[in-house]
């Protein structure tokens, strides 16, 4: 078992999980209790979200018989294997979505048309360089949404709240695979790298700016002027975040392993659920005393987190 204080991007493993999200079975969408606007926030941000992992597993499949490095190859396998557990989950939560936001329906269904599309007609050097251009994002909200764990899902529906927590630990696990397939087959395009991590900003606020207001319109949220700018501003606020966040995407010397917010100076609860779940437990379902739990449990002997 590999020492839970190493950087979380050493050796991830693929955890095949499975969360009850079947379209019968009860599901919290509103499911923060904290702060109900970043629920819906989340949800909309990440509607399109396996979509995309759907494109970024063709992508990377396509991409894997280029490379030559068999570490990489590896990761390559392994984040293709934790993407397609997200896009399953996640697809299947979008389920609940489109029951209680009609109005997204067509949205999604735009969103899901043109990630087929894309897979199918855009070439490797177009397909890797969005693949990792998005990925900057995924993996950054993941280190964001961790650090402001107590702030935006503290009190949450116990499996929502594990849902998302595993996501966003996952993301930063394999946040920089896509950046080193790009680096290693199209390195020397540094100005295309930038592009595409610009094209993928615009695609991730289009598709969050179309969805967000009509969730908060459907969740009564814009019905006095007061309440609606605050709700607005909201997302504003949550795009705004994450997009200052990827600023030194831009340099030259970037890479995801040195990003300011992704050091090994790591997350404590990312640590504690990465142990609890490699120790077989239950990570389905995290309430209060789960988490408090995963926070108490003592590192492994030797670990220079102990």
């Known amino acids: 078992m590999a020492e839970h204080s190493q950087h979380p991007m050493d050796h991830f493993p693929v955890r095949p999980l499975r969360f009850p999200l079947a379209a019968d079975q009860p599901v919290a969408v509103v499911w923060s209790r904290t702060k109900p606007a970043f629920s819906v926030f989340l949800n909309a941000l990440a509607m399109h979200v396996p979509h995309f992992e759907r494109y970024l597993v063709a992508s990377l499949r396509r991409a894997r018989e280029q490379i030559r490095d068999p570490a990489l190859k590896r990761d390559v396998t392994a984040i293709i294997g934790q993407e397609a557990n997200h896009s399953h989950n996640l697809t299947a939560f979008n389920q609940h979505l489109r029951a209680r936001y009609p109005e997204a329906v067509a949205i ?4 899901i048309a043109w990630f087929a599309r894309h897979a199918a007609e855009d070439d490797l050097k177009a397909s890797v360089g969005f693949t990792a251009g998005y990925e900057t994002f995924t993996f950054l909200a993941g280190m964001i949404i961790l650090q402001h764990h107590d702030r935006w899902f503290a009190d949450a529906d116990p499996q929502m709240k594990a849902l998302w927590v595993w996501h966003q630990v996952e993301e930063i696990e394999h946040g920089a695979v896509a950046f080193e397939v790009w680096q290693h087959l199209f390195g020397e395009h540094e100005w295309t790298r930038k592009w595409m991590v610009l094209k993928a900003a615009l695609h991730i606020a289009r598709e969050t700016v179309l969805l967000y207001p009509r969730m908060a319109r459907r969740e ?3 019905r006095s002027p007061w309440q609606a700018m605050k709700t607005l501003a909201f997302g504003g606020e949550m795009l705004g975040r994450l997009f200052l966040a990827a600023l030194p ?8 392993r040195r990003h300011p917010i992704a050091t090994t100076a790591q997350n404590p609860i990312q640590i504690a659920w990465r142990r609890y779940e490699a120790s077989g437990g239950d990570v ?3 309430d209060h005393a789960k988490l408090a739990a995963m926070l108490r449990m003592a590192p492994p002997a030797g670990s220079p987190m102990g």
Do not use: E, K, T
Request: net charge neutral; no cysteine; glycine share 6%.
């Open 284 to 286: 389905l379902a995290i």
């Open 249 to 256: 995407v831009f340099s030259r010397r970037y890479h995801p």
């Open 220 to 222: 009564g949220w814009l």
């Open 108 to 111: 999604d269904d735009a969103s």
